[in-house]
Structure formats: C-alpha cells, structure tokens
C-alpha cells in the first residue's frame, strides 16, 4: 500500500503538479461512470431483431484529469508543489470526510450503475423474449395468412377448372353440331339441284303439256322452301362461328387465369412451407418498400369470378343456340321433307294424268286407223261401183246409138227408146251420185288421216312428257336424302 503523498499519478498524460488536488474531480467520475454506456439512438434499419449486435456501441468516451489540468494551468513552476522527496513538511490532500465521502459515492455510484446494469439486463432480456415471441407470432400470422391464401387459390383453381371442363365439354358439343349444321346444309344441295333440274327438264315438254301445272307450282314451292331452310342453316351457322370465338375467349381467359393461379399456388406453397431453418433464405434489401401487387383481395377474387361468370353465360348462349339449331335441323328436315313428298304426289297424279291421256289418245288413234281404214275400203268400193257403172251405160249409150239408125218410121219413141233414155239418166245420176260420195268419202279420208296425224303428235307429246315426269325426273328423286341425313347425321 503507497503513502500519500508517493508517486501515485505517475502513470498520467501530465506531468506531476503542486496542487493540492491530484485525483479527479468527483462530479468528473461521476460522468465519466455515467456516460460510460452512452446512448445513440438506432436507425430503424438497424432495430431489426437480426441484427442484435446493433443494439450497442463501445464508449469511446474515456474520463480525464481535466479539471485537475485546468486549475493547475494558471500556476507558475514556483508556486506550484514541490515533490514529496523535496518537501521538508507533510501535509494531506484532502480530509478524511472527503475520503469517506468520496468513498461514500463511488459505492453509491457503483451500486446505481449496477441497478440500472441490472435492470438494462433484465428490461433487455424480457425485450428479447417479448420480441421473439411477437416475431413468432407475426410469422405464425404470416404463415397462417399464406395458408389460407393457398386454400383460396386451390378453391378457385378448382371452381376454373370445373368450369373450364364444362367450358371445353360444351365447346366440343357446339363444335359437333356446328359440323351437324354443315352436312345438313350441304345435304340441301342435292335436293335443291335436283328440283331445279326438273323444272328445267320439264321446260322441254312440247305443245299444249308445256302448261303450269301443279307438278311446276309444287316444284317451285320446293325450291323456295329449300332456300328459305339453307338462308335459315347459314344464319345459325354464322351465329355458331361467333359463338364459338365467344366461347374460346372465355376459355382462353380461363385457361390464363388457371396458368397465373397455378404458378401463384406453387409460389405461396413455397413460401408457406419456408422456415428458419429452411435453405434458400436470404436477405433482400429494401423488398419491403417495393410495392408490385396490382390487386386486392376484392378485386382479385372479383377478377376470377367474373371469368366464371362470363364463362357460364357464355355456356348457357351456347346451350340455347344448340337448341335452336337442333330445332332448326328437325323443322327445316321437316319441311323440305313434307314438300318432296308433295311434288311427288303431284308427280304422281300427272304421270297418271298423261298416261290415261296417251291411252286415250293411243285407242282413239287406233279407231281412227280403223275407220281410215274403212274408208279407204268405201273409197275403193265407191269407186269399183263407178267403173261398174260403165258397162251399163255404154250399153245404153250403144243401144241408144244404135236404135238411132232406124230408118224413117222405125224411129219410134217407144217405151224402148224412154226406157233406155231413162236408164241413161238413171245411170248418169247413179255415178254422179257416186262420185259425190267418192268426194264425201275422199274428204272424210282427209279428215281422219289429219286427225290421225294430230293424235299421233299428240301421242308423242304425251310420251314426251310422261318420259320426262316419269323416267327423268322421278328418277332423279330417288335419289332424296333421308331424315337422318337432313339433320346432319352420316
């Protein structure tokens, strides 16, 4: 232990001093104790609870002898204190009050420090565990809140991909019956063509059968009767097409939606599943800052919703426009279908018509051969009885003549003479009668010859035209498509 007064400061930056003050000044202890710890205050980047070294700092404030250095700076060397070895008196620095007084304070000092030492441990410890058990908790909130946005999202994800089957299912269905629609109206090329070749087949009739008759009138209803279904077939395949491209669309929107909530899900799944001891941590500076959503959790479920909702309207136009046109295909069937077998019918009947006419016309024409043949006959024995005619009254002419050369008296008119005369006269009117009849005859001759050549023509025109109606034409109907094809089946 060194006596008062020994060599105690040697170890300080100044020299030793005369004064009588060699220690520190107590107020100058005191902040040199207090402000041992100072504090800063922190950054709110460095208050993150990773960074627990960030908390403090190392005091860079060391405590000095400048008030000690400041009183003895106004001393000259004369009158500053000799040192002990040259001192001839001793004499203390301070007082023994001072001593226990400073003694006094240094322990209470020491014993606030080690209070509020004390109390920083424990106020820090307690800090420590609280913050842990709040950044547990706002993880286990994280974690939780990523839960439930992956079950939100496998939610929608399977009401999209419910709706997108649907979507697809009803699709292919209006894609089928779109194809249906296509046969059918291709299918009404056939039976247009062949109506209209019947009525230009029919335009080759000759004579009086070129007439309009129920067979033209029938057959021009069932052109425009096919018209009218393949304009009716055209515009529901046209509002097909569009609603096809409607329904892609909205396929299309779904399937890009399904693709974002897919790569979403993996996204939050991954995360959900990250730990503290999970690998592929890291930090990220300033991510908190950045602020990339587009969306909020209303609009965002609102986004997929209308998808679905647009998908189903979408669906239920599809569904209704495959009713309309599956009523379309039975009724336009049912249509062009009755009106064939009406221009049949009427085909029929006029076949029916002209075949009773030509058999008519075929037995009249063969009465009418016979009575030209007849005719011919009369004609031949008319005319036989006028050359037998001849003979009689040469005879008579003879008699006549030669009764002529009677001599005188002997030229009696007797009843010889008029008799003869008479004969003459009946035989001259016998033949001019004749003759009359052979001219009746030769006209009557010309007349059925005439018509015979009439109802031999129209005996042609008739084959003509049962030809046409009969081979031509409902040979060409033959060939009509049954039910099953004009609604679109194969």
Known sequence: MELVGSTLASTCAHPRSTSANLLPAISAMTSSYKNRFPHYALPPCLGLPWRPDAYYKTASIIPTLAPYSRSSQGLTPSKMLPFVSNRTTLFTRYTPDDWYRSNLNNYKESETSRHSAERLRVDTSWMIHDKDQQTKKTQAESTKNLGERVNDIEFWKSEIRHELDEMIGETNALTDMKKRLERA???????????????????????????????????????????????????????????????????????????????????????????????????????????????????????????????????????????????????????????????????????????????????????????????????????????????????????????????????????????????????????QSLQQRLRDAEDTLQMLVHAKSTLEHDLAVKANSLFIDQEKCMGMRKTFPNALRLVGYV
């Not at 000759?206 to 515009?235: A, F, P």
């Not at 396929?251 to 001891?277: F, G, S, V, W, Y």
Request: charged share 30%; hydrophobic share 35%; proline share 2%.
């Open 185 to 431: 109206l291709a299918e009404t090329e056939g039976p247009l063509q062949v109506a209209q070749e019947c009525l230009l087949h029919r335009e080759k009739r000759m004579g009086i059968d070129l007439v309009h008759d129920d067979v033209e009138k029938q057959l021009l209803t069932e052109v425009d009767v096919i018209r009218s279904c393949q304009e009716r077939m055209q515009r529901y395949l046209d509002k097909s097409i569009a609603q096809l491209a409607s329904n892609r669309a909205a396929q299309h929107e779904l399937e890009k939606d399904l693709a974002d909530k897919q790569t979403a899900h993996r996204i939050d799944d991954k995360c959900h599943h990250l730990r503290n001891t999970s690998e592929g941590i890291s930090y990220y500076r300033g991510v908190e800052r950045v602020d990339a959503t587009i969306s909020v959790p209303d609009s965002w479920a609102k986004f997929t919703d209308d998808n679905i909702l647009r998908s189903q309207s979408e669906r239920a136009a599809s569904s209704k426009l495959r009713g309309d046109i599956e009523n379309l295909l039975v009724v336009t069937a049912n249509e062009m279908w009755n009106q064939f077998n009406r221009v049949n019918v009427a085909f029929t009947n006029r076949i029916a018509e002209t075949a009773d006419a030509k058999n008519k016309i075929q037995t009249h024409l063969a009465k009418t051969l016979q009575e030209i043949f007849q005719t011919e006959m009369s004609l031949e024995t008319i005319r036989k009885a006028i050359r037998d005619k001849g003979p009689p009254l040469k005879v008579a002419h003879t008699r006549l003549d030669e009764r002529t050369r009677r001599p005188n008296v002997e030229l009696c008119r007797d009843s010889a003479q008029i008799r003869l005369v008479n004969e003459v006269y009946e035989i001259d009117d016998t033949i």
